[in-house]
């Protein structure tokens, strides 16, 4: 190997490293902040959707509803949402992992989100069809 090819493995290997330690952040950013309770949000352009909370977050479980609507706006229940509630300030303590939202028999997305103490908390909310990310959302909130 002659030094040159040397200095550019070097040089390569050393981008390599920058690049995979980027890549957590990145993944951080593709959750959108949601704007807010009752605030019609945009997936791509073939459908929205609506969440709301069942009464204003407080400690215990509070019901966390997400309606989805497609580009005519009517409403759509083809699409499989998970959220992840957590306290951001908390990595690992309290997260709940992706669990699936159900149907109710409105056809609107429901989840319990479990409050277990006073602070802040999230929910990252990811969309799919037919296992395909559409979209992939944060909400927050503090109690
Ligand atoms: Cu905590």
Not at 17 to 29: K, R
Not at 55 to 73: H, M, N, R, S, W
Not at 94 to 112: I, Q
Not at 134 to 140: A, E, Q, S, V
Request: a neutral charge; hydrophobic letters at 40%; aromatic letters at 12%.
């Amino acid at each position: 190997m002659t030094f040159f090819q040397k200095q550019l493995l070097c040089f390569f290997a050393t981008l390599l490293f920058f690049v995979a330690a980027a890549l957590p952040l990145h993944a951080e950013d593709k959750y959108e902040p949601l704007p807010g309770e009752g605030k019609k949000i945009a997936i791509g352009s073939d459908y929205s959707f609506v969440y709301k909370f069942a009464q204003k977050p407080q400690l215990g479980i509070t019901i966390l509803k997400v309606e989805v609507a497609d580009k005519d706006g009517k409403k759509d229940s083809s699409l499989k949402i998970t959220g992840d509630s957590g306290m951001p300030s908390m990595p690992g303590h309290h997260d709940s992992g992706e669990v699936a939202f159900k149907l109710n028999k409105e056809g609107d997305y429901v989840t319990p989100v479990d409050v277990v103490m006073p602070g802040d908390w999230a929910v990252k909310l990811v969309f799919r069809k037919d296992d395909k990310v559409l979209y992939r959302g944060i909400l927050k909130f503090d109690i």
